[in-house]
């Protein structure tokens, strides 16, 4: 089926599905027309003002890992090198030489790019692929028959099928409206304004990339101590050997992994842990503490905030409240950020094929090969819910390639793609 595939947010996931395809239709194969529907502008995340980041901060995956990455398509047997060769002509290397900047990256040694730039490059692809954007915020998902209906404010935009990318909001705190309680978006504001925090006690609620990111620009603030609030028993390093980083370009053996394997994997790679270049940052600052716990409520009181943490020990919940002064809640939107824009039809068609509540399991866990639902049509493609079926990298920037081909293809992978006989395949898009 061709037809329309809307993509919930213009990032990086939507950029490379629109390169794809539009590669594909250069080499005359039939492919659904790619339509993003967003709030402010193409990779808005990436930069300052989209609230979850000032743009200066570095990228902490490799550039290389471009919307082609890998560079192993499995869509065409027998085209699938001409592919990656026309998927070349948008990599990041493309982009520098295009835009002057080749000779100088390389002679700096080939540096991680900061946010800006890594936006100004998915701009770049998103226009050379003719990315269609409707500008809007997405307010509810409905089904109309076999069609979704995006609903914003201004407009309704009908498609095939959906894929619903990005982080959610980031304004999200754990005591709301409070002067001295920060959101990421509000935290990321006072950055970009060059605005400079004074405090005794700060606390960073979160031991993701996102906690980290914040407590690298923390580092030149004026404060005296900074506590990470994290549910792990210490600030663990994120897994980045070659080992590691090939289950995030390579899932062929992802499959064969026990569940329980899969959650290990994904606990020491890349959820609740700090990069290297971050721990060394943390290292040489001897400000930085740890303290274990979930934070459970906040309340003010005395000029501070007052944070009570549940804390399991040998079975048991204990409960502990600590002060500070200045709180900045890192912990994120949640993954499950989208289920409210689910209107009560779509719950209904969703609880039904799931077989129960929409919780993060049950979701994870129902994610086919195509990065969609199994057995929900019209499609609904969760990528940023597909590592722990699928692969580590599908729900971040390590294999933007094969993410394009997943959801092109309707869920062909490597081994079946190599296994096909037949010379001229006829392109299925969704």
């Given at each position: 089926m061709?037809?329309r595939?809307a993509?919930l947010g213009a990032?990086?996931?939507a950029?490379a599905?629109a390169?794809?395809?539009?590669m594909?239709r250069e080499m005359?194969?039939?492919?659904?027309?790619i339509?993003a529907?967003?709030?402010?502008a193409v990779?808005?995340?990436?930069?300052a003002g989209?609230?979850?980041?000032?743009?200066r901060?570095?990228?902490?995956?490799s550039?290389e890992?471009?919307v082609?990455?890998?560079?192993?398509?499995?869509l065409?047997?027998?085209r699938?090198?001409?592919?990656?060769q026309?998927?070349m002509?948008?990599?990041w290397?493309?982009?520098?030489v295009?835009?002057?900047?080749f000779?100088?990256w390389v002679d700096?040694?080939k540096?991680?790019?900061?946010?800006e730039?890594?936006?100004?490059?998915?701009?770049?692809?998103g226009?050379?692929?003719?990315l269609t954007?409707v500008?809007?915020?997405?307010?509810?998902?409905s089904?109309?028959g076999?069609?979704w209906?995006?609903?914003?404010?201004?407009?309704?935009v009908?498609a095939d099928?959906?894929m619903i990318?990005g982080?959610?909001?980031p304004?999200r705190?754990?005591?709301p409206?409070?002067?001295q309680?920060?959101?990421?978006?509000?935290f990321?504001?006072?950055?970009?304004?060059?605005?400079?925090?004074d405090?005794?006690?700060v606390a960073?609620?979160?031991?993701?990339?996102t906690a980290a990111?914040?407590?690298n620009?923390?580092f030149?603030h004026?404060?005296?101590?900074?506590t990470?609030?994290?549910?792990q028993?210490?600030?663990?390093?994120r897994?980045?050997s070659?080992?590691e980083?090939?289950m995030f370009?390579?899932?062929t053996?992802?499959a064969?992994?026990?569940?329980?394997e899969?959650?290990?994997?994904?606990?020491?790679?890349d959820?609740g842990?700090?990069?290297a270049?971050?721990q060394?940052?943390?290292?040489?600052?001897?400000?930085i503490?740890?303290?274990?716990g979930?934070v459970a409520?906040?309340?003010?009181?005395?000029?501070?905030?007052?944070i009570?943490l549940h804390?399991?020990?040998?079975?048991e919940r204990l409960?502990t409240?600590h002060?500070f002064d200045?709180v900045?809640?890192g912990?994120g939107?949640?993954?499950l950020w989208?289920?409210?824009?689910?209107?009560?039809?779509v719950l209904d068609?969703?609880e039904?094929r799931l077989?129960g509540?929409?919780?993060s399991d049950?979701l994870?866990?129902?994610?086919?090969d195509?990065?969609?639902?199994?057995?929900?049509?019209p499609k609904?493609?969760l990528?940023n819910?597909s590592g722990l079926?699928?692969g580590?990298?599908?729900?971040n920037l390590s294999c933007?390639g094969l993410?394009?081909d997943?959801?092109?293809g309707?869920g062909?992978?490597?081994?079946?793609?190599?296994?096909?006989?037949?010379?001229?395949?006829?392109y299925?898009s969704?």
């Amino acid at each position: 089926m061709t037809g329309r595939l809307a993509i919930l947010g213009a990032g990086a996931k939507a950029v490379a599905v629109a390169a794809k395809a539009a590669m594909l239709r250069e080499m005359g194969v039939a492919t659904p027309e790619i339509v993003a529907v967003e709030q402010t502008a193409v990779a808005a995340n990436w930069r300052a003002g989209g609230g979850w980041t000032d743009g200066r901060h570095r990228l902490g995956t490799s550039p290389e890992k471009d919307v082609g990455f890998p560079y192993r398509s499995t869509l065409l047997p027998g085209r699938n090198a001409e592919l990656d060769q026309r998927m070349m002509r948008l990599s990041w290397q493309s982009y520098l030489v295009a835009t002057g900047q080749f000779a100088e990256w390389v002679d700096r040694g080939k540096p991680a790019p900061t946010h800006e730039t890594w936006a100004g490059y998915l701009c770049w692809v998103g226009e050379a692929a003719g990315l269609t954007v409707v500008e809007g915020e997405v307010t509810r998902l409905s089904l109309d028959g076999q069609s979704w209906l995006l609903h914003t404010r201004d407009d309704t935009v009908a498609a095939d099928a959906v894929m619903i990318t990005g982080p959610g909001q980031p304004d999200r705190s754990v005591l709301p409206g409070h002067p001295q309680v920060l959101s990421i978006a509000q935290f990321w504001q006072l950055a970009a304004d060059h605005d400079r925090i004074d405090a005794e006690r700060v606390a960073v609620i979160g031991g993701g990339e996102t906690a980290a990111s914040m407590l690298n620009e923390l580092f030149k603030h004026r404060v005296s101590t900074i506590t990470v609030i994290s549910p792990q028993a210490t600030l663990f390093t994120r897994g980045e050997s070659f080992f590691e980083n090939r289950m995030f370009s390579d899932p062929t053996d992802w499959a064969g992994l026990t569940v329980a394997e899969r959650r290990d994997v994904l606990a020491r790679t890349d959820r609740g842990v700090f990069s290297a270049r971050v721990q060394d940052s943390l290292l040489a600052d001897d400000r930085i503490r740890h303290l274990r716990g979930r934070v459970a409520h906040g309340v003010a009181a005395d000029d501070r905030i007052r944070i009570t943490l549940h804390t399991d020990r040998h079975g048991e919940r204990l409960e502990t409240v600590h002060g500070f002064d200045l709180v900045i809640d890192g912990s994120g939107a949640g993954s499950l950020w989208f289920l409210p824009l689910l209107g009560q039809d779509v719950l209904d068609l969703l609880e039904v094929r799931l077989n129960g509540p929409l919780t993060s399991d049950r979701l994870q866990q129902a994610i086919g090969d195509d990065l969609a639902l199994t057995g929900v049509a019209p499609k609904l493609f969760l990528p940023n819910l597909s590592g722990l079926s699928q692969g580590p990298g599908f729900p971040n920037l390590s294999c933007l390639g094969l993410l394009s081909d997943r959801v092109l293809g309707g869920g062909c992978n490597t081994r079946q793609a190599h296994s096909t006989t037949r010379r001229n395949v006829e392109y299925q898009s969704l």
